[in-house]
């Protein structure tokens, strides 16, 4: 009995720690965006597919709705149908909200769908955004195509605004295995994986994750690449760190690049806690449009590959 109450105790503990954790996402959500005035309400009609919508605008008239950031697979894919079947679900019959993209002569189009990011209501939070929750479920990834950091610079960053409410929704989505990270993925039993990669700013980031149950030591000689696999882009972390550099289960390191880099090699945190960083290079490394990251075992097996942008349709 006590063995049983212990184990109890335990439960609630870790349910308490969830919904603390959540509910500091659901608040730094809330500082970060807050209630936005300037969004667009519209009414949910259907979901095409699973980035994109039917929607009725304020005049009555209907617009498609391309969501930006995110690519889902098509009808004809793995999970295509259920990407549409649970987007569908989010947005029919609901009141939605649109973040648009101004341009000259009006709004950013992909043929004749209005690009947007879109919520479930005008206080964004992850919970909001119908992209963080196709990510979160599995069914859609990030996929910024082409940022310009010249742009973001000078305040446009549209194509990036809500990157820091989906990136945390993937990862979680590729530790647990959901949807496109179990059974539509070539390397759905690796461990040790790339769950996602901001390719854009002075800061880029790969974020490494281990979904397995045992510490991984990151220095034995595991490899990462950009698609060119040239020497000059390859990390080898056993190359920059002295003895081991365990990384927990669940845990992510985070490998950056770019002028943030420039300098930190005394920087890096220490290794075995559930969130680390990584200082490679003051380089840019990943192409904005098009790359591809490559992470390779230490006896050569490759493991796995994060290609960008998808080519899904």
């Known amino acids: ?106 709004y950013e189009m992909a043929q004749d769908r209005l690009v947007a990011h879109v919520f479930l209501s005008s206080t964004i939070t992850q919970t909001s955004s119908v992209s963080t929750l196709l990510v979160a479920a599995g069914l859609a990834r990030l996929d910024v195509f082409n940022p310009s950091d010249t742009a973001i610079r000078n305040g446009d960053d549209f194509s990036v605004r809500y990157a820091d409410l989906i990136i945390p929704a993937q990862i979680e989505a590729a530790r647990s295995k959901r949807g496109l990270w179990g059974q539509c993925d070539s390397y759905a039993e690796s461990l040790l994986i790339i769950a996602a990669i901001k390719q854009w700013s002075d800061d880029e980031i790969v974020y490494i994750l281990n979904r397995g149950q045992q510490p991984i030591d990151l220095a034995a000689g595991w490899i990462l690449t950009d698609a060119s696999g040239s020497e000059r882009n390859s990390l080898n972390l056993g190359e920059h760190i002295m003895g081991s550099c365990l990384l927990p289960p669940g845990g992510i390191m985070r490998i950056h690049s770019g002028s943030i880099a420039t300098g930190k090699g005394d920087e890096h945190t220490a290794c075995g806690q559930q969130t680390s960083d990584f200082y490679w290079t003051g380089r840019r490394i990943w192409n904005q449009d098009k790359d591809e990251a490559r992470l390779y075992a230490p006896d050569g097996a490759l493991i796995d590959v994060y290609t960008y942008p998808l080519d899904w349709k």
């Open 1 to 106: 009995m006590a063995e049983r109450q212990g184990d109890d105790r335990i439960m609630i503990k870790k349910v308490g720690l969830f919904a603390l954790l959540l509910a500091s996402i659901l608040l730094f959500s809330f500082l970060l965006y807050g209630e936005q005035s300037d969004l667009l309400p519209v009414q949910g009609i259907r979901a095409e597919d699973g980035d994109t919508i039917l929607v009725q605008l304020p005049d009555g008239t209907r617009q498609a709705v391309r969501y930006a950031s995110i690519n889902a697979p098509g009808l004809g894919q793995c999970l295509g149908k259920d990407a549409q079947v649970y987007n569908g679900g989010l947005i029919k019959g609901s009141k939605l909200w649109l973040d648009r993209h101004p341009i000259k002569g009006g």
